[in-house]
């Protein structure tokens, strides 16, 4: 009796994933969960997730309360995944979400406050798809949208006053040179995809970053005139490239000094402008944020048939050493502070301390590597969000006073392997239960 007892115990402890201090988890979702993004009140958040009606669990985003997690509102519409949604910097009465149906559509919230309704399709413009969205952070009349055919394409209300059929959103098209343009012989880097994976405003709305597959990122200044003449800078790290692979993610500090980029090798890089504060902008690599660090506490298992030795998606001489490896998915700021979401399923915030970033504080919780990454500062305590990818929610946290930066969140860990962009091995717990259960049956 007692070993049955024992086995439900477990079993129960197999299916429940323990939270951290504070940790809200916004489920209810069957397909990766892909974008996050914060009411600018900090009451709700919105979760993009691979909407598919073709398969029989359609799949649409949803809008969730931060105060308990519970699904509030879901946004049906789209005929196709769900890559990216963001809700508007302004009063949060639109959101914008970005699809592979080539589509972005604007919600907007009933009278009653009981649906979200689609106001506006915008398709026919982008190609392929919509891979990411930002809205402007003092406009509620322009967002920013890139897609698959390497398009950033900012979107703007015309409020001319004719007539309401002329308040339509105009698009601008735009988009960095190909890497061959430069003075430098990148030729061979044409026949990469030139898909744009992430697109982020500065918070002072000048600068626009961007990231794709071609290994480079971009930041475009300014970024509030239709019309006029772009100034691009390229991103440049020490190999000439931005990344060594692929880059999934961009974001701005705070104070618009910083950008930090995600990258498929294991990179988070850190970019300053180094003409802060006076006209202009140029942009130079700054540092790196390795995650390749040695952990004696580090645990996986490796899948099954995958050999011992080194390969992309593990590191090398699977289970040990144990090394913290793998892509970078996501980046984000606190502040200065940047945040990466990486290969071991965490976000780590790092600091800078003697010339170098240092990894100061972890937020665990997400069964997946963390695929966006979305901070709130407005509220008391600030708060940060995560698309927690292939485990199909998405989590927030408070953020702690910097005094706790040496210290790390209480959230049990559940890592059995590094996924790269996949659902994580089953828990090895359940099977533990499975054969206490079977002991104790036999026993009985």
């Not at 589509?103 to 649906?115: E, I, M, N, Q, R």
């Not at 500062?377 to 930066?405: H, Q, V, Y």
Request: aromatic fraction near 12%; proline fraction near 7%.
């Amino acid at each position: 009796m007692a070993f049955r007892k024992l086995s439900v115990l477990l079993l129960g402890l197999a299916s429940w994933h323990a939270k951290g201090e504070g940790e809200v988890v916004f489920g209810g979702h069957y397909n990766a969960c892909r974008g996050i993004g914060f009411k600018p009140d900090g009451s709700q958040v919105v979760l993009a997730s691979e909407d598919n009606p073709a398969n029989l669990r359609p799949d649409p985003p949803s809008v969730h309360s931060v105060a308990d997690g519970s699904t509030l509102f879901l946004l049906a519409g789209h005929a196709g995944p769900v890559w990216d949604a963001v809700f508007d910097n302004v009063d949060g009465s639109r959101i914008a979400t970005a699809s592979a149906d080539s589509t972005v559509k604007v919600w907007s919230l009933a009278a009653d406050g009981s649906a979200w309704a689609p106001i506006h399709s915008l398709a026919g413009v982008h190609a392929g798809h919509v891979m990411a969205i930002d809205w402007h952070p003092t406009s509620i009349n322009r967002f920013v949208a890139c897609d698959a055919a390497g398009q950033m394409i900012v979107w703007t209300y015309d409020t001319n006053g004719l007539s309401a059929t002329f308040q339509t959103w105009v698009p601008m098209v735009t988009g960095a040179p190909a890497p061959s343009e430069l003075a430098a012989a990148f030729g061979v880097l044409d026949t990469i995809p030139r898909i744009l994976t992430d697109v982020k405003y500065a918070p002072n709305g000048n600068y626009i970053g961007i990231c794709g597959f071609h290994l480079f990122c971009n930041i475009f200044s300014p970024s509030n005139t239709i019309g006029q003449t772009w100034v691009t800078s390229w991103l440049m790290g020490p190999a000439a490239l931005s990344h060594g692979a692929s880059i999934w993610g961009i974001a701005f500090s705070s104070n618009n000094q910083y950008a930090a980029t995600a990258g498929y090798d294991r990179m988070g890089n850190i970019w300053e402008d180094t003409t802060f504060g006076s006209a202009g902008q140029t942009w130079t690599y700054k540092a790196s944020l390795n995650t390749a660090q040695f952990d004696p506490s580090w645990s996986r298992t490796c899948p099954t048939g995958m050999p011992a030795g080194c390969n992309e998606e593990i590191g090398c001489a699977c289970p040990a050493p144990h090394y913290i490896g793998g892509p970078v998915w996501s980046v984000g700021f606190y502040g200065t502070y940047p945040i990466t979401g990486d290969a071991d399923h965490m976000a780590r915030m790092w600091v800078w301390e003697n010339d170098a970033y240092v990894s100061k504080y972890s937020f665990q919780g997400c069964l997946s590597p963390p695929w966006d990454i979305a901070v709130h500062t407005k509220t008391n305590p600030p708060m940060i969000g995560l698309a927690c990818g292939s485990d199909s929610t998405g989590r927030a946290w408070p953020i702690p006073s910097e005094t706790a930066f040496t210290t790390t969140t209480t959230t049990l860990p559940w890592v059995m392997y590094q996924g790269v962009g996949e659902r994580t091995a089953p828990g090895l717990l359940a099977l533990f239960v499975l054969l206490v259960s079977g002991i104790a049956q036999r026993g009985a």
